[in-house]
């Protein structure tokens, strides 16, 4: 078998959401030193958690796990021979009539067309397809238990996607409501839903087999997807090789030119690049490092107990993931960075732009990766100590460099993909261009847009490698500076990741400033006077999110509510603009040009309250010299009501905080100026009474804490 066929896949989160869901996911895979199991063999510890991953029989009969496993291999290898082994498994179960013409589809898609060249596939007998299908399907049972044990291992050191969902299955407790297969197609379901998004021949050959599991999903059914299955050859399966395998009389007419070598010696999950064509730089990259066992001497290996094995075994996957990271690396800037200058399609300041510091940040982790090897080499390939390797990486002068340069690279990377997407749509050459490389074996079936992110995926894996490495370390010394070694790679993540939120931020203001339209603040002469001309790319945005504003009952508009740093601004869309609108509680108001309810609310004169009628209803009461205006909104659900509370008062009390600290200068400025005792006058809205700070302050501070939802209330201790 020889796969030729180089797909382009998509990532299924973006980076910020593949950061959550690692954060949420790690005590269960990771920090857990202290379980039961922290001393079993590897292989014994993924089968505790689910014994359906044992083999691939098994894991048919559980789509949410065999879905889970799919996105797995479809990240990390070719996803051909998994797909080409449980399509051939459906003629298992398929009638005669749905036999023949799945055959047809299956020998289009996944065999070599050239190779069936004197008798046409559909004349076979149902019974001579069926035992066509099982050799096809024998063929590539060992490639997919390969992905499947490298799938079992990656699972237990949490470095598998879905995680979240596996838990959500395994826990679940069946009811005669919702027995435990339901739950299990439930979040296959979703699970096939969020897959939707990747390159469609995939997508739709997943979608086709889970169909038949009892899996629906509702892209498959859209009119865009339909059709799109089997008009690509995914594995080419030699019919030579093939022929020599079956004795039926029927295969001796498909003997033809042979079109796809069988490469001895070959895995259908490597890519085979032509080498000749490889940038020199890449030449080295591309060949995967051999495993630690390989290379470690026999007497060595025999002398390690289980615990010292794992062990090993993470540090090994340290060093072949940060080769395999610093090849992509060199991808993006061999492959993609350098010829689009090179070929006058970018400036050299437009890809500073998009890839910011890359020549630096390939160095960084080259540079690393060669530390690693030393190591290795020095040690026998049995790391004895790696704790010095880590800190000086990860911590002081070297770890605020690495962060300054991946912060500054990760947080372009929404920027630099909305760049590349508009040139590929406005320029033909360059689409051309992203194409053609996109297309070349080394990119290994990525799309650049897949590639960009790679850096802040890498500084996910970290923590949760050092803290696997740092489980099974017995040394105090050596553990505990391993755990210094994670906590600077955590705060560097969480670092990165606030940089590319600030940044994502910052870009989806200046969309909403690009779309602004303030006309509708005219009927406030005041309003549209003092916001005309309002700049959102000046404020901080903290929060976003759609809530529907109640006016009155029988009024309510769909807005986007947006907290930024001192105000809450509520934006209507209107085809391509972001409106902002007077709303007044009745006509005749409005046609008396009286007092109006504002989409631009300050935050120095608010509280926020829930609405008991309404659980995912709040209030936002606005007060000033002259009264008070209550704003009735509406989250999306219960738990998004909490975030904008909590959210909320975060933001006013500081506020509050900040507003009362210009107060109580001013007093006490005054205070020296008479020498009378110092008395202070409450801001706009609060009754304007004599009031002391202290007394003030701790007012303030008690409304706002029992404002908050009951759950968030702090101890009365505190």
Known sequence: ???????????????????????????????????EDFENDLTDVVDDQCPCFNNIDQLKDRPAHLLVFMQHVILQFDPAPLLCYLHADLFKTLSTKETKKHFVEFNNTFLDKGAVNRTRPDLLSDETQRRYAHEVQALQAAEVAKQLEDFKQKRMMGMTPNEAELIDVESHYPTDRIPMEMKEKSVAENLLDKMSETHQSIFTAVAFYMKHLGVKTRAVDSKKSR???????????????????????????????????????????????????????????????????????????????????????VINELFATEHAHVRMLSVLQMIFSKPLEREGLLTANELAAIFPNLDEIIDMHHNFYENLKKLRLDDGFIVKSISTTMLNRFGGTEGEWFQKLTARFCSHQSWALDQIKSRQKKEARFNAFIQEAESRPQCRRLQLKDIIPIEMQRLTKYPLLLENIAKNTDNPTEKERIHQSAECCRKILNH????????????????????????????????????????????????????????????????????????LVLLQKQDDKMVLKCQSKSNIAMQEGKQMLSPIIKLDSVFLREVATDRKAFYVIFTWDSGAQIYELVAQSVGERKIWLIIGWIVIGIVCVHSWTEVIKTAVDDLKKSGAPMRLTLPPGSGGAPFSPSAYVSACATACIYSLPAKVHPSPNI
């Not at 309002?534 to 529907?548: A, F, N, R, S, W």
């Open 496 to 567: 990165v990741n606030e940089e590319v939120k600030l940044m994502e931020n910052l870009l989806t203001l200046k969309d909403y400033q690009r779309r602004l339209d303030t006309s509708g603040l005219k009927p406030s002469n005041e309003l549209y006077t003092e916001y005309k001309s309002i700049d959102l790319t000046q404020k901080k945005m903290l929060y976003e999110g759609p809530v529907t504003w109640r006016v009155t009952k029988e009024k309510a508009i769909d807005v986007q509510c947006v907290l930024l740093g001192d105000l």
């Open 227 to 313: 059709g799109g299955f089997f008009r690509r050859q995914l594995v080419k399966v030699s019919f030579h090789h093939l022929c020599r395998r079956i004795t039926h009389a029927a295969f001796i007419l498909f003997e033809g030119p042979v079109l796809a070598a069988e490469g001895p010696g070959q895995s259908p999950t490597s890519p085979s690049p032509q080498l000749e064509e490889m940038e020199p730089g890449l030449l080295e990259l591309e060949q995967d490092p051999p495993n630690w066992r390989e290379l470690a001497s026999p007497e060595a290996l025999s002398s390690l107990g289980k615990k010292e094995t794992k062990r090993q075994e």
């Open 1 to 35: 078998i020889a796969s030729l066929s180089f797909l382009s896949l998509s990532l299924p989160q973006s980076p910020h959401d593949l950061f959550q869901e690692r954060i949420s996911s790690t005590d269960h895979n990771i920090i857990g030193a202290e379980d």
